[in-house]
């Protein structure tokens, strides 16, 4: 069986989004499913999402997905970073692992994007990654996207005019990544 854990971001919740048609639908595949409710935007810190996910970590495994929207990879890359053995593949939805040069928004979030990333450590614990990003998203310029998958030694997955990937971009179902890990669910690393 495929654990796969999906991680909100800022301001956002396991309801928000396409969070829960996608993990209704990767449940139809058979695969268990977990997204974590995180503290935000109160408490909302690296320290303090890492507590929440130590009750996560025991799924994370060879087979395993992670999954993050916006904030969630630069949290995800932090507990891929501290891996034992590898997972499957992440995928990082509308995410930047640095600071946006938007101080309203980078403020928040900063214990998460200006800690130095072990790039070789990461690459190292997780098989596959996927970067999808939108050319029109007010919140994580373009330019964030393609410096997390260089960073990550992938190609960027660009969608047009998708803003930031969310419900109010009209993302409350999100096909594309659907069919994305329905492939990496067949492959064989």
């Not at 999954?67 to 053995?85: C, Q, R, Y």
């Not at 190292?124 to 990550?152: Q, R």
Request: charge should be positive; include cysteine; hydrophobic fraction near 40%.
């Amino acid at each position: 069986m495929t654990n796969i854990v999906i991680v909100h971001g800022a301001a956002a919740n396991p309801q928000s989004n396409w969070f829960p048609w996608l993990k209704s639908e990767l449940k139809k595949l058979g695969c268990r499913v977990f997204v974590p409710k995180f503290p935000t935007p109160k408490n909302q810190t690296l320290e303090n999402w890492l507590k929440v996910f130590e009750n996560y970590k025991q799924y994370l495994d060879e087979n395993s997905i992670v999954v993050g929207h916006s904030l969630g990879p630069a949290f995800l890359l932090s507990v891929i970073e501290k891996l034992n053995s590898p997972i499957k593949a992440a995928f990082f939805v509308a995410g930047a692992a640095g600071l946006l040069n938007k101080p309203a928004l980078d403020e928040p979030v900063k214990t998460f994007t200006t800690k130095t990333f072990d790039w070789v450590k990461i690459k190292k614990n997780c098989k596959k990654f996927y970067v999808i990003n939108s050319d029109t998203d007010s919140y994580v310029p373009l330019e964030k996207g393609k410096e997390l998958a260089k960073n990550l030694d992938t190609e960027l997955i660009v969608l047009k005019n998708a803003g930031h990937i969310n419900k109010e971009s009209g993302y409350t179902k999100f096909d594309f990544l659907l069919e994305k890990i329905k492939d990496n669910l067949k492959m064989r690393v």
